[in-house]
């Protein structure tokens, strides 16, 4: 027996109406989707950790939330594990002529290119699916992605339509524009607009990262990283000298962070 089809066995098993596991009998769409994010966000942790053993094991949860939302539909008549499985298989050889549809390797494109080519694919399905439900180019952008990734998302679509600015000196003068509204706004007592222009803000500051090639997301990832690995450096420094960060003043604060920058 494959490993895939055991863990599908064990999948249905834990779903038995009669034998299976209370918990997992009370579970569906809804309450699997939270853990599938935690889990997506647990196999980001251990990649960047750069540790083998807890990247096999959070990729294996992972692929546990795939068979289970699989089973679940598959209980609804929807379909099944073999069926998604099928179903991205082909759309993977449909995004990729330039490795299933050609013979001679000395025809690939480099990775510009094929960037190219699977945008325009992604884009002629974005417009079928279109074509049948009158959506929106934004339709297939998941609500749930992180903030960051999902304004950046937006943005890149949009931009296909040629709604973005035409240089990033445009986005740093709206920058300055959106972060004096928020100064104004800061002025005032209504803590709804404070919060619609912070969220101007940052909307602004993604279509920053976008325009500059680079991903919000990771780079506020890393920033959070950097940002704890100093901290911790200044909770020790303090402790060395017999103090914790709450005893000291602002001007020692911010020697103690230039010392942990230097370090980190």
């Known amino acids: 027996m494959s490993a ?5 066995e064990i999948m249905a098993a834990l779903r038995h109406p009669e034998t299976g596991c209370p918990w997992d009998l009370e579970q569906d769409m809804r ?8 889990e997506a966000y647990e196999v980001a942790d251990a990649i960047e950790a750069g540790e083998r053993a807890e990247i096999l094991d959070e990729l294996g949860d992972l692929l546990f939330q795939s068979v289970f939302l699989a089973r679940l539909a598959e209980e609804k008549g929807w379909f099944d ?19 299933f549809a050609k013979d001679d390797p000395a025809d690939r ?3 510009g290119a094929v960037k190219v080519a699977w945008e325009a694919v992604k884009s002629a399905e974005r417009a079928a699916k279109q074509k049948r439900s009158r959506a929106s180019q934004l339709d297939d952008i998941p609500v749930a992605l992180p903030a960051l990734q999902r304004a950046q998302k937006m943005g890149s679509r949009a931009a296909r339509v040629g709604f973005d600015w035409a240089a990033i000196d445009a986005v740093f003068a709206k920058l300055d524009e959106e972060l004096l509204e928020l100064r104004e706004a800061l002025t005032g007592a209504a803590a709804d607009a404070v919060l619609a222009e912070a969220g101007d803000v940052l909307l602004t500051v993604v279509s920053l990262c976008r325009h500059a090639g680079v991903s919000a997301e ?14 911790r450096a200044m909770e020790r420094q303090a402790a ?12 020692e604060l911010d020697r103690l962070w230039i010392q942990a920058k230097d370090e980190v």
């Open 4 to 8: 895939i089809n055991r863990l599908r």
């Open 240 to 251: 060395a000298s017999g103090q914790s960060l709450e005893q000291l003043d602002d001007a």
């Open 81 to 99: 594990f073999d069926d998604v499985a099928d179903a991205i298989a082909t759309k993977l050889i449909r995004r990729h002529p330039h490795v």
């Open 218 to 231: 990771r780079a506020l990832r890393e920033a959070n990283s950097r940002f704890a690995l100093r901290f």
């Open 31 to 38: 309450s699997i989707v939270a853990y599938t994010i935690e």
């Open 109 to 111: 494109p480099d990775a």
